[in-house]
Nanobody, 119 residues
Framework: QVQLVESGGGLVQAGGSLRLSCAAS????????MGWFRQTPGKEREFVCA????????TYIDSVKGRFTIGRDNAKNTGYLQMNSLKPEDTAVYYC????????????WGQGNQVTVSS
C-alpha cells in the first residue's frame, strides 16, 4: 500500500512563495498522475493541478496558472508544488493524491498541509 506523506506549507504574506512536497512511501510509486487538491472549511475539496507521472504533462485550474508549478522526481518518488505570488484566497489545506489510471478515482490521499496566506 502506497502512502503519500506531505511536507512544506505554513504561513506566508501575500505575494510570497511556498513549496509543498509529496513523498510516496511503501511500495515503488506507480501512477498515471499525481495531483494536488485544496479545501477550505465548509467547501468541497477542489482540484488544483496534476502531472502525469511518466510524461510530465501538467494540468492546472485557471486561478493558479502562471503562479503554481507542479513537478515530480521519479527517482525519489516525490511530487512537488511550487506556489508563487500567493494570494489570500489560496489559503486552504492542501492534499496530494494519486490517480492509478486515466479516469479512475483519486486515492492514497496525503494527510493534508495547511497553507495560510495573510493579506
Amino acid at each position: 500500500q502506497v502512502q503519500l506523506v506531505e511536507s512544506g506549507g505554513g504561513l506566508v504574506q501575500a505575494g510570497g512563495s511556498l513549496r509543498l512536497s509529496c513523498a510516496a512511501s511503501g511500495r515503488t510509486f506507480s501512477a498515471y498522475r499525481m495531483g494536488w487538491f485544496r479545501q477550505t472549511p465548509g467547501k468541497e475539496r477542489e482540484f488544483v493541478c496534476a502531472i502525469t507521472w511518466s510524461g510530465g504533462i501538467t494540468t492546472y485550474i485557471d486561478s493558479v496558472k502562471g503562479r503554481f508549478t507542479i513537478g515530480r522526481d521519479n527517482a525519489k518518488n516525490t511530487g512537488y508544488l511550487q506556489m508563487n505570488s500567493l494570494k489570500p484566497e489560496d489559503t486552504a489545506v492542501y492534499y496530494c493524491a494519486k490517480q492509478a489510471s486515466y479516469g479512475v478515482n483519486w486515492t492514497s490521499w496525503g494527510q493534508g498541509n495547511q497553507v495560510t496566506v495573510s493579506s
